[in-house]
């Protein structure tokens, strides 16, 4: 991290304003080439910003932050400049002409801020779930996340296990002043304890992870070829997403629309009709990437009339084209719905909804990503093991294991191969 990187870190262009924003050794010398004299540290200041040649590039406020109480934990500097993008483009070629500037990749400036120390990797997660939000429930979890409310509940585990483990060092310091009968009832205290919190640990595991609540629930609509699967779909997303017709087997493949509704986001697909007589090879291949589709899916809305047989899926019964006299009346255990009507549809959401709610953690400010709840089992397993020897030594090996399990989740350590998955995700001034 010798270079110093540049990006733009405000909206899309043109804008009324555009914030540049440098970080690095080289940021106060960078700025000082443009801007000449440096304003007192942060005291926004207006300054003429002039290339190598001394033509007026821009006139900018100019605010210095010095490391390392920065968001990166390095010097930075920020250019508030005109939002043109002819500007913005003259200004950044300006600073990477400078020897040890160069433009920022995507998230580098909070990769920065978690390798200094100014972040953790759990924020890290929640910044990036905040920046991809589309609900409200997903803007909750992410900002639960990301201000460190799950941080601070891994800190207290640590503390307890850091109380354990001091005890069990002590154990082993002491160990040829103390009696053998009494040092056996100490580590069997210590393992009762770590096995205690074992049992604290899995009961906050065992709750769903965020990951569904922000990928969006996987609804399928399926059923019988013309069941009305694909009419529905069209009225549930209120766009023609689906090719609609009266001839079986117009669906082919399937066809998925994500949407947000209310809290949730969902991907909707239509499938294709499933019937076992047919000869069209290409409507077979439809027919199992529908069952596929099923089998993957967290709700499926069954439209057909007989019973689906589909018993690891959650299903949802749904009685449509309710409207047409030939349907007959809505048995009791479907949902009725037409989609000429609003108020039906309406009610089909609120089923919807309704049927999901065992995929959403009850309490979205402690709620984990699979990552994190996966290292959490890790440590409640070390724990598990600790509480069953009777040996101080491995004891305080299985403590040791539980507190690195830990420190992955928190990214103090063995985190340095999923970085570059994880920043790809942000943007390029973040």
Request: charged share 25%; with cysteine.
């Amino acid at each position: 991290m010798h270079d110093t990187i540049v990006a733009l870190s405000s909206g899309a262009l043109p804008a009324a304003i555009a914030v540049l924003r440098l970080s690095g050794p080289q940021a106060l010398a960078a700025a000082g080439a443009l801007a000449g004299d440096l304003p007192p540290d942060r005291e926004a200041r207006l300054r003429g910003l002039r290339d190598g040649a001394g033509a007026l590039l821009d006139r900018a406020m100019v605010i210095v932050l010095r490391a390392p109480a920065t968001v990166t934990g390095e010097d930075m500097v920020e250019l508030h400049l005109h939002g043109g993008r002819a500007v913005v483009r003259a200004v950044e070629a300006a600073l990477v002409a400078i020897p040890g500037v160069r433009l920022a990749e995507a998230g580098e400036f909070t990769r920065r801020a978690l390798m200094h120390g100014r972040t953790t990797l759990t924020e890290v997660e929640g910044l990036a779930l905040l920046l991809a939000a589309e609900s409200d429930a997903q803007r909750r979890s992410a900002h639960a996340m990301a201000d460190g409310t799950l941080r601070r509940n891994i800190a207290m585990l640590q503390r307890e296990v850091l109380r354990l483990s001091a005890r069990v060092e002590a154990l082993l310091d002491f160990s040829d002043e103390g009696d053998v009968t009494d040092d056996a009832r100490v580590i069997a205290a210590i393992g009762a304890e770590a096995a205690d919190l074992a049992v604290q640990i899995r009961r906050r595991a065992d709750t769903p992870t965020v990951d569904r609540l922000h990928a969006g629930f996987r609804v399928v609509l399926a059923g019988p070829p013309n069941a009305g699967k694909s009419s529905l779909l069209n009225a549930l997303v209120d766009h023609e997403a689906a090719i609609v017709s009266d001839i079986p087997g117009t669906t082919r493949d399937r066809i998925a629309v994500p949407i947000s509704r209310g809290d949730y986001s969902y991907v909707l697909t239509d499938t294709a009709g499933i019937r076992s007589n047919t000869d069209d090879p290409i409507e077979r291949m439809g027919i199992e990437r529908s069952v596929r589709a099923i089998d993957e899916a967290d709700l499926v809305l069954w439209l057909g009339d007989d019973a689906p047989v589909f018993p690891s899926v959650k299903i949802l019964l749904v009685h449509a084209r309710a409207d047409l006299p030939s349907r007959g009346a809505r048995p009791p255990d479907r949902v009725g719905v037409s989609v000429h009507d609003p108020a039906s549809l309406d009610d089909l959401w609120c089923a919807i909804n309704d049927a999901v709610t065992d995929f959403i953690p009850q309490q979205l400010d402690t709620a984990m990503n699979q990552r994190q709840r996966a290292l959490l089992l890790d440590a409640a397993r070390a724990l598990e093991a600790g509480g069953g020897q009777t040996d101080a030594i491995l004891l305080g090996e299985q403590l040791r294991g539980a507190l690195g399990a830990f420190d992955r989740i928190t990214g103090a350590a063995g985190i340095e191969a999923m970085f570059d998955d994880l920043f790809s995700s942000f943007c390029i001034g973040k």
